[in-house]
């Protein structure tokens, strides 16, 4: 059954990711979202009013100078901090008010990571680390679609390594398996070419790229890095807690640029193309 599956989905594409799911079809949804921390004169107001819609088999890149609010975006959407007002949906389900033992649960069921660091569990093989998260969320460790996941990223001969056996751009497409193993609402990823050479982080962009082509993955990737962010479908930028401009896809020099007005002193940018 689970191979049949399997030959099923290696030879078709997933269907458009906005057929596939139940809810309002969107992956991500923030409104009025702030982020305070500390009272009073010595308050800082890491995000101050984000409204955000993401629909299922989108690529966002989020932007933005240091101190703009980009982790605190990241950790808010992806329910690991709670905002100090407004609302956020994942997958058409209100994680505000949740208690924290249902979040925890929703994030091991319905979201994936990938970080700068990789991290994986050194102690596990390639294919116990991409099952962890089936594990994690309670389900029956299914490795016939580990292995699934690990072609996909091109490491199917790879799942009995360890992680230290593998290269850096192995290790970050093996977190990329692990993060897309429970074919979860979102994948959240926080620089997660930080740590690799141009070539190494171009073949992982192409490899999120084609999650969201292919698998109809949902990607929201924070970066600094203006190459990274030219894969995503749309490109937010952050200044000072709120949105300070969208680009639809374009190139990299065209988000550098942007980026170069968002951090010049005193700019003040209107709706200037
Ligand atoms: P970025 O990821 O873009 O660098 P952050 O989300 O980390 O931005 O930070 C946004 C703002 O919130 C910054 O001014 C930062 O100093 C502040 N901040 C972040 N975390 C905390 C915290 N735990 N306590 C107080 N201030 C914080």
């Known amino acids: 059954m689970a191979a049949l599956r399997r030959t099923q989905r290696t030879e078709h594409p997933a269907p458009p990711a906005h057929t596939g799911v139940a809810g309002t079809g969107l992956a ?4 009025g979202v702030r982020r305070q921390y500390g009272r009073g004169a010595g308050a800082v107001h890491a995000l101050r009013g984000i409204d955000l819609a993401l629909p299922h088999g989108s690529f966002t890149a989020v932007m933005g100078p240091s101190g703009s609010g ?8 992806a329910g690991l901090d709670r905002p100090t007002a407004g609302s956020v949906r994942l997958g058409g389900t209100e994680i505000t008010g949740m208690s ?9 069921s319905r979201l994936g990571f990938v970080f700068q660091a990789f991290n994986l569990l050194p102690s596990l093989t390639v294919e116990q680390n991409v099952l962890l998260p089936m594990r994690l969320a309670g389900q029956r460790p299914d490795r016939s679609r580990a292995a ?3 072609g996909q990223v091109g490491l199917g001969d790879k799942g009995a390594r360890r992680p230290s056996e593998l290269s850096g751009g192995q290790q970050q497409r093996v977190a990329l ?4 193993v429970t074919r979860p609402d979102v994948v959240f990823a926080d620089e997660p070419t930080g740590a690799l050479d141009t070539t190494t982080a171009a073949e992982v ?9 292919r698998l109809g993955a949902t990607v929201v990737m924070v970066t600094h890095d203006p190459v990274a962010a030219a894969h995503a479908d749309r490109v937010l930028f952050l200044a000072d807690g709120a949105i300070a401009d969208t680009l639809p896809r374009t190139s990299p020099a065209r988000i ?6 968002l951090t010049a002193p005193a700019a003040h940018v209107g709706v200037a193309a």
């Open 28 to 31: 991500v949804e923030l409104t």
């Open 70 to 77: 980009k982790s605190t975006f990241l950790q808010c959407a």
């Open 100 to 108: 924290e033992n249902r979040l925890t649960e929703l994030r091991r």
């Open 148 to 150: 699934e996941v690990l």
């Open 177 to 180: 398996a692990r993060a897309l």
């Open 205 to 213: 962009l192409a490899l999120l790229r084609s999650a969201v082509d």
């Open 256 to 261: 550098a640029d942007r980026m170069r007005t």
